[in-house]
């Protein structure tokens, strides 16, 4: 028997470190070759590494949430044959953060009680994160998980999917596949038996006084230092204006009488994208990224839309190409095929980056108003927040209209007020007088 290293890959594109998010396998477990042993990030990307080998493994090089650098030593696996390091070499500990990860120190969410003192919890070093210990409730009144409290479930995208569009969560789901996955026959045996139901009892003193601590890790963590930095760095503004979309729906339903089955139906955003399109024509220093550590404005003739987009694993922004090149159902058809490759977790860096100007939408839940976070580099943000219909008086008299506000921000190192209020004010009248649309 030997032993085989095998080390954190080289993603490409210069990357030196990536965050180790999850482990889907643990120590004494045998893997095959191509099963993937952990998940890692860079960005907002999730890569998968797989196994080049078969063998049992025998150390983990780190714990979810840790930052390791390329080449550093992910897992030691006992394999038939000679291996590919002395056999005799001792086995190494998890690795240290290659930069201060404090939001990591727990490898696992960590259940406490009051006012009974908390239990001490082994660091990450001494146990790997998918077999950290977790207090978990006794109550009888709860629904009996198939894992421990914060032991991620092992499943593919499409079986997530398929989890997600049956609303089943998968933390109730035993797993029969290897190191414990999730298949689509697990969802079948689950559907057949059905869920484990809440007793009635109420809810009992534990379970109203008990604390959870989650580790801010993997995409979250992103999110996080990508809004900390935005919100540090940016000094933002926010211009908010209503603007009256009932000729703009009126226009949207008609043409999804007349071409929904073809080209599929539109919603609001694809117009709002092309009102977007034209006005920064006339504004190109509101389609832009601003580097102030080199103090560099970078105009663009061409429009890359960012899409906010709320998935399972949190806010991803895809990114429209050439929004000015397409129309749009093409423009509809991108955006919809991006936001299932985000909500699947299939998005690909390339895919989730270099947007010059973004639009954030929460449809129904949009509010009233919102002061969205600028997506740096870029220098605006447009939010739309929800459509409602009131009463308007238009020539005099009282009418119901379609009233919809635009809450935007922008970077106020190089927008101006005025040129923020104009550029707002040009998509207003392009969505107000929907025919402009089509004229160039």
């Known amino acids: 028997m030997g032993i085989h290293v095998i080390k954190m890959p080289d993603i490409g594109e210069g990357i030196a470190e990536v965050e180790l998010v999850a482990w889907n396998v643990k120590v004494g477990d045998m893997i095959v070759e191509d099963q993937v ?3 890692v990030m860079t960005d907002k990307a999730t890569i998968e590494i797989p196994s080049p080998v078969h063998g049992k493994v025998l150390a983990l090089g780190g714990a979810a949430g840790q930052v ?3 080449g550093s030593e992910l897992i030691r696996i006992e394999v038939e044959g000679a291996g590919n390091v002395d056999a005799n070499a001792a086995t190494p500990v998890a690795a240290a953060p290659t930069t201060p990860a404090p939001a990591a120190a727990k490898p696992a969410p960590a259940v406490v009680e009051k006012p009974a003192p908390a239990a001490s919890t082994p660091t990450p070093a001494t146990i790997p994160a998918s077999t950290a210990p977790v207090a978990a409730k006794s109550s009888s009144s709860l629904p009996s998980a198939a894992r421990a409290n914060g032991e991620k479930p092992i499943a593919s995208p499409a079986v997530r999917r398929r989890a997600w569009d049956l609303g089943i969560e998968l933390q109730f789901v035993p797993g029969t596949g290897t190191a414990g996955r999730i298949t689509h026959e ?12 809440a007793g009635s009892g109420g809810s009992t003193y534990r379970e109203l006084h008990e604390e959870t601590a989650i580790p801010v890790i993997g995409l979250r963590r992103k999110i996080a230092q990508k809004m900390q930095d935005a919100k540090r760095r940016i000094p933002h503004f926010s211009y908010v204006e209503e603007v009256d979309v009932t000729e703009l729906e009126a226009l949207r339903t008609q043409l999804n009488q007349k071409w929904g089955k073809e080209r599929g139906k539109l919603s609001l955003l694809p117009l709002l994208m092309r009102a ?3 006005a920064v024509r006339d504004y190109p220093q509101i389609n832009a990224r601003y580097d102030d550590e080199a103090g560099v404005v970078t105009q663009f003739a061409a429009v890359h839309l960012g899409i906010a987009a709320q998935t399972p694993a949190g806010l991803m922004v895809p990114v429209v190409r050439h929004a000015e090149a397409r129309d749009l159902w093409s423009n509809a058809n991108e955006m919809g095929r991006l936001a299932e490759a985000a909500r ?5 860096r390339e895919e989730l980056s270099g947007s010059t100007i973004t639009i954030s939408s929460l449809g129904a839940l949009g509010g009233i108003v919102s002061t969205p976070v600028i997506n740096s580099p870029e220098v605006a943000i447009i939010g739309v927040n929800k459509m409602v219909e009131r009463p308007m008086i238009r020539n005099g008299q009282v009418v119901a209209r379609k009233m919809m506000n635009l809450s935007s921000s922008f970077d106020h190192r190089v927008v101006d007020g005025m040129d923020a209020a104009q550029f707002i004010q ?3 009248g392009y969505l107000e007088c929907p025919a402009t649309l089509f004229i160039e």
Do not use: F
């Open 37 to 39: 042993m952990a998940d």
């Open 68 to 70: 390791m650098a390329v």
């Open 186 to 197: 697990d969802l079948e045996a689950y559907l057949a038996r059905g869920p484990v139901s």
């Open 276 to 278: 977007v399109v034209l």
């Open 344 to 348: 699947t977790g299939k998005a690909t």
């Open 426 to 428: 040009t998509i207003r």
